[in-house]
């Protein structure tokens, strides 16, 4: 095979995995695709500047390769990084922890989303069912939802008692000061959305087959429950923002500002660099010529539907 022949043919193959790149990000951003007219014009007059869909991949696509930047960093220096996503229900957590992960290193970056404590949990140290999951070096952990459970959820829907909530917001500063003290830099986010915002959201995954799942008895107490939440919120954010691990807002009705937004301050919380890396070479593949490779049975193959 010539080179220039080999070299259209890399061509060709570069050209379609880009292409399947960007089916992929445009999978991940077709969240509303299924809406019915009717419920996306609802929504479009609700929100009508919205960015640019050519400006807004152009943003996202930037900040994710800083946040691979970050990812070498912290891999390279051995820090320890937590981040915490807080917020109404609908007001857009999942949707930029996704983004944020989207291009990253699982076994670098990883997300939890802890379900309810079991019994055993329940009467443990509140905060012990997290300590897990925080980072060793090298590691970036980000909590979609977290101890603040205890400040939120539980405080309103009644399974925490007055007490047991006093004692949290006692002891919640003085355990993140801990965890800053022992190298972990620990950055916390409060998502905010209005109350027609989230009722607007609440309504169209009610009607959305593929986003039902996201509705929890939980989350519609959060509409019966709206102010509540909110005396909680206010509360919340008063007694546990400490220097050194202060409460950054996101204003998120506009799902994708929220989402570069946040992520470019997330950037801006790092003294991150360019990481020196050996250059990559392919190495030859080793032919042997005695080698004959076996014929698998059919049945051992997906069926070839599509």
Not at 66 to 93: C, M, N, P, Y
């Amino acid at each position: 095979m010539t080179d220039d022949v080999f070299n259209e043919g890399a061509r060709d193959w570069l050209e379609a995995e880009l292409a399947d790149t960007l089916d992929e990000d445009f999978e991940i951003e077709l969240e509303d695709a299924i809406l019915s007219q009717e419920i996306r014009k609802i929504y479009d007059r609700a929100h009508p500047n919205q960015i640019d869909r050519k400006v807004y991949f152009q943003s996202l696509l930037r900040l994710q390769s800083e946040l691979i930047k970050l990812q070498d960093w912290v891999q390279h220096s051995g820090e320890k990084v937590v981040v915490l996503f807080e917020g109404r229900d609908s007001a857009g957590k999942g949707g930029v922890i996704k983004r944020i992960t989207q291009r990253l290193n699982p076994r670098v970056v990883r997300v939890v989303a802890l379900p309810a404590p079991s019994d055993r949990e329940k009467s443990q140290w509140y905060f012990q069912r997290y300590v897990p999951h925080l980072p060793a070096g090298g590691e970036i952990v980000l909590f979609d939802r977290s101890w603040y459970n205890r400040a939120g959820v539980e405080r309103v829907m009644g399974f925490a008692n007055d007490d047991q909530v006093e004692d949290f917001f006692n002891d919640v500063p003085e355990f993140e000061r801990m965890l800053v003290r022992s190298g972990i830099r620990l950055v916390k986010y409060w998502f905010s959305i209005t109350d027609e915002e989230q009722q607007m959201r609440f309504l169209m995954r009610i009607h959305d087959p593929m986003k039902q799942w996201k509705l929890s008895p939980m989350d519609l107490q959060s509409r019966v429950r709206w102010e509540e939440y909110t005396k909680a919120k206010e509360e919340m954010l008063e007694r546990t923002n400490i220097p050194e691990a202060p409460w950054y807002i996101v204003p998120g009705n506009d799902k994708k500002r929220a989402r570069l937004n946040c992520i470019d301050h997330l950037l801006s919380q790092f003294p991150y660099g360019p990481i020196p890396h050996d250059d990559i070479s392919l190495p030859d593949r080793v032919f042997k010529p005695d080698y004959e490779r076996a014929v698998l049975p059919r049945d051992l193959y997906v069926p070839a539907k599509y």
